[in-house]
């Protein structure tokens, strides 16, 4: 009887689910707990690709059972189309993804006004993945949205979707056509809603592992990250229990997740930003384009303010470090490891955007490497100043690390003793 929460603990893409397919092997249950198809979450196995963006990503283990919790928010096209194509590559989800019927809905007016709330935000938009998931996450917040199990009462879907169109003064322009397609969706999705956090807790009384998913990262945390830029669900650990329905007392431990270096999508503060011909070397090596919008990703340093603030936050037992193999071929790697404004020295992070924006960061540089990490599997095999870079990560961090993801696949993964 065991759980683990697996979380991104910086601004999303820190290769959450390599970690988790890894990790899965030994999980009965992986349970997504927040955030919708605004993830992109990749997965090669063999050298296959898998994109999830709803579904778990322990839908790669025949026997494993998946769990979309009701704080998450679903666009049940969206879904069904990522179910159907994922049972085209031969996953078969019967009896093993389960819904829970609490969980928001994500309707195509969602989409249409995050697209039109970007677009009037002009000059300060904050770059969404045009998923509707804040339209969607503000519905349930005020009480005005639907949720996955609605659409199972045709005439209480009805009357509610009416009256969220006039909500937002919008006129429901097809209702006929929305409603059937919905109930053609519902058809499809049905097999797998369900009270997820009943049987959740059930199987982890009866001794099953269970794996919690999340998506984003803690610095798009809608309380704690970088505030207006960022996702609108909470991502951070506490996030697992109030997204499940998973009792806090029984979340055993956290791993977090870190990218080797920094990126970031979409508009917001990033202090360690670099915008010279390694941010384009790292780019590419890295195909730091975003899984979900293909947009280019920002890229930068290590950032081990933002880091500590972060693992502090979430309480984390232990790191797993990512993408570390990307590094390789540069000179020297920096580590930001202090926070400047206006002349003096934080303590730690900065929270308001407009100190964010002016931070100039103090860094720790370091000699890289050249030699190729694919092939290695333990960490004393690694280059003298991999391994430097790395301790220097976990002291500064202050939590040490567990894995190591030197590629792509599932077998290119070091576990640290
Ligand atoms: P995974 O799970 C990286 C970012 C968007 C934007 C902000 C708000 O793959 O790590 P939203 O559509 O959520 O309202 O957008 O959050 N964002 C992500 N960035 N990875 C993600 O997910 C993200 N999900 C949202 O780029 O800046
Ligand atoms: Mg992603």
Not at 26 to 51: C, D, E, P
Not at 294 to 322: C, E, H, M, Q
Request: net charge negative.
């Amino acid at each position: 009887m065991s759980s683990l929460t697996v979380l991104g603990c910086m601004w999303g893409d820190e290769g959450k689910a390599k970690i988790v397919d890894f990790l899965g092997a030994n999980a009965n249950v992986v349970a997504r707990f927040q955030g919708g198809a605004n993830a992109g979450h990749t997965i090669v196995l063999q050298g296959k690709k898998y994109v999830f963006h709803t579904v778990p990503s322990g839908i790669l283990y025949p026997q494993t059972k998946c769990v979309i919790g009701a704080g998450t928010v679903i666009d049940p096209f969206g879904l069904r189309d990522e179910m159907r194509s994922l049972m085209d590559q031969d996953i078969d989800f019967s009896g093993r993804l389960f819904i829970d019927e609490r969980a928001g809905l994500v309707l195509p007016l969602h989409k249409k006004l995050d697209g039109l709330k970007e677009e009037k935000r002009g000059a300060g938009k904050i770059g969404t993945t045009g998923k509707g998931i804040g339209p969607a996450y503000a519905d349930q917040a005020s009480r005005n949205g639907l949720r996955f199990g609605d659409l199972q009462y045709p005439d209480w879907l009805c009357e509610r979707l009416a009256a969220l169109y006039e909500s937002h003064g919008l006129k429901w322009e097809n209702p006929d056509e929305e409603l059937s397609a919905l109930q053609e969706v519902w058809e499809f999705l049905a097999p797998f809603a369900a009270h997820a956090d009943v049987l959740v807790r059930q199987w982890y009384l009866e001794g099953e592992k269970i794996l919690f998913e999340g998506a984003q990262g803690s610095l798009l945390d809608l309380s704690f990250g970088t505030y207006p830029y960022v996702t609108s669900s909470n991502t951070i650990s506490g996030s697992t229990s109030v997204g499940i329905g998973f009792p806090p007392r029984w979340l055993d431990k956290t791993l977090g997740i870190y990218k080797a270096y920094a990126t970031r999508v979409g508009e917001g503060p990033f202090p360690t930003e670099i915008f010279n011909a390694t941010a384009d070397a790292i780019r590419k090596a890295g195909n730091e384009f975003g899984a979900t919008t293909g947009r280019p990703r920002r890229i930068g340093w290590f950032d081990a303010v933002a880091a500590r603030y972060t693992a502090s936050l979430n309480g984390l037992s232990a790191i797993a470090v990512t993408l570390l193999d990307i590094l390789g071929g540069l000179e020297e790697l920096k580590i930001c490891t202090g926070y400047w404004l206006d002349g003096q020295k934080l303590p730690g992070y900065a929270f308001h955007p407009l100190e964010l924006a002016k931070i100039q960061p103090e860094y720790l540089t370091l000699p890289g490497w050249d030699d190729d990490l694919a092939a290695i599997r333990s960490l004393e095999a690694l280059p003298a100043n991999a391994q430097d870079y790395l301790e220097a990560i976990q002291d500064l961090v202050e939590v040490p690390i567990e894995v190591v993801s030197v590629g792509k696949d599932r077998e290119q993964t070091i576990t640290v003793k």
